[in-house]
């Protein structure tokens, strides 16, 4: 080949060399760029604070005076005079009257079931009315309450005297006997009925709200921790808690078992004798601690909490009590104004 021929020959293999180069350049320039990695979450941090910790409760409760107690005559003869329903018992005072005679309240758990006339009479009736004959002012010693004797004679007739009570010692249609104070809850005999067997009801002299609790439940609460009880009417009343059953009941048709709780209220909160409420109670109370929402714990593999520090170290802590979505923590290295990682 001629030296011009070989000089173009070279030439055009560079040309394509240049070309294929360029080619692979251009390739090369426009190859996509690898995805950028993606934005961690932004972290969601709080203060450990100092704070009281309380753990409120709403529960249902029925306002009344308590179970009743039907009250019944032994005596004979026609009812003349009723009590009218809320009126209140008191020892020693009418209840109401057979023949128009008074029949008077006594405090006690045995009821007169013989004439109390005589000495030598031996029983609980006896030293019943002796305790009350004492209450009352006439008290009547005697190394043998429980025995009737001419002290205790002479002493009931002073009271029957001063109280115009008619006939000798004490029969039982002239008394009934009430375990204390009481209120008259209904009237169930008319004037004009015969005096024997139940006339009337009596409750408890004082409002009581009852709320149906579950065992656990009731194991939380204790004689004299104080509640609100709300009335139909939307008012709050402070009350307390007077006492907590020992027995758990079930219902009739197979209901879990529950304990009864009673609340007193401090004052009247319903003009009904009965009526639907709700109570509040504080079940938890912890003043001056340390604590963080429960979603700031993190559950350590080998048991236990920790807390996570922004920069993602963890501190241990010690979890006391939960109340109102937040949590007790306690530890080395926790002190009030630690931030912490928390989860929503």
């Given at each position: 080949?001629?030296?011009?021929?070989?000089?173009?020959?070279?030439g055009?293999?560079?040309?394509?060399t240049?070309?294929?180069?360029?080619?692979?350049?251009?390739?090369r320039?426009?190859?996509?760029?690898?995805?950028?990695?993606?934005?961690?979450?932004?972290?969601?941090?709080?203060?450990?604070?100092?704070?009281?910790?309380?753990?409120e409760?709403?529960?249902?409760?029925?306002?009344?005076?308590?179970?009743?107690?039907v009250?019944?005559?032994?005596?004979?003869?026609v009812?003349?005079?009723?009590?009218?329903?809320?009126?209140?018992?008191?020892?020693g005072?009418?209840?109401?009257?057979v023949?128009?005679?008074?029949?008077?309240?006594?405090y006690?758990?045995?009821?007169?079931?013989?004439?109390?006339?005589?000495?030598?009479?031996t029983?609980?009736?006896?030293?019943?009315?002796r305790?009350?004959?004492?209450?009352l002012?006439?008290?009547?010693?005697?190394?043998?309450?429980?025995?009737?004797?001419?002290?205790?004679?002479?002493?009931?007739?002073?009271?029957?005297?001063?109280?115009?009570?008619?006939?000798?010692?004490?029969?039982?249609?002239?008394?009934?006997?009430?375990?204390?104070?009481?209120?008259?809850?209904?009237?169930?005999?008319?004037?004009?009925?015969?005096?024997?067997?139940?006339?009337?009801?009596?409750?408890?002299?004082?409002?009581?709200?009852?709320?149906s609790?579950?065992?656990?439940?009731?194991?939380?609460?204790?004689?004299?921790?104080?509640?609100?009880?709300?009335?139909?009417?939307?008012?709050?009343?402070?009350?307390?808690?007077?006492?907590?059953?020992?027995?758990a009941?079930t219902?009739?048709?197979?209901?879990?078992?529950k304990?009864?709780?009673?609340?007193?209220?401090?004052?009247?909160?319903?003009?009904?004798?009965a009526?639907?409420?709700?109570?509040?109670?504080?079940?938890?109370?912890r003043?001056?601690?340390?604590?963080?929402?429960?979603?700031?714990?993190?559950?350590l593999a080998?048991?236990?909490?920790?807390l996570?520090?922004?920069?993602?170290?963890?501190?241990a802590?010690?979890?006391?009590?939960?109340?109102?979505?937040?949590?007790?923590?306690?530890g080395?290295?926790?002190?009030d104004?630690?931030?912490?990682?928390s989860?929503?």
């Open positions: 080949m001629a030296p011009e021929s070989l000089l173009r020959a070279a055009a293999v560079a040309a394509v240049l070309v294929a180069a360029g080619a692979t350049l251009a390739v320039g426009h190859r996509p760029a690898p995805p950028a990695p993606q934005a961690d979450p932004t972290m969601t941090t709080i203060e450990v604070r100092t704070m009281d910790l309380t753990d409760r709403t529960v249902n409760g029925t306002l009344g005076f308590g179970p009743a107690r009250v019944k005559s032994t005596g004979t003869g009812i003349t005079q009723l009590p009218g329903v809320g009126r209140k018992t008191s020892r005072k009418e209840l109401y009257r023949d128009d005679q008074p029949v008077v309240v006594l006690g758990d045995t009821p007169l079931f013989r004439p109390l006339d005589k000495a030598g009479l029983g609980r009736d006896v030293l019943e009315v305790q009350n004959l004492t209450a002012g006439y008290p009547a010693r005697s190394l043998h309450p429980e025995v009737s004797d001419t002290g205790l004679l002479a002493a009931l007739e002073q009271w029957r005297k001063d109280h115009d009570l008619s006939g000798p010692g004490l029969t039982p249609g002239a008394a009934v006997v009430l375990p204390g104070p009481s209120r008259v809850s209904q009237v169930t005999a008319q004037v004009g009925d015969p005096a024997e067997g139940p006339l009337l009801s009596v409750t408890a002299t004082e409002a009581a709200v009852t709320v609790m579950s065992p656990a439940d009731a194991a939380s609460v204790h004689t004299g921790t104080k509640v609100a009880v709300i009335a139909p009417s939307g008012t709050s009343a402070p009350a307390k808690i007077t006492a907590v059953g020992r027995a009941t219902g009739d048709s197979g209901e879990p078992a304990v009864d709780v009673t609340i007193t209220p401090d004052k009247p909160i319903s003009a009904y004798d009526a639907a409420v709700q109570v509040r109670i504080t079940t938890l109370a003043k001056g601690v340390l604590a963080v929402p429960v979603g700031a714990l993190v559950a080998e048991g236990g909490y920790a996570q520090r922004p920069d993602g170290t963890l501190v802590v010690k979890t006391g009590v939960f109340a109102g979505g937040m949590v007790q923590v306690s080395p290295g926790v002190t104004g630690l931030t912490v990682v989860t929503p």
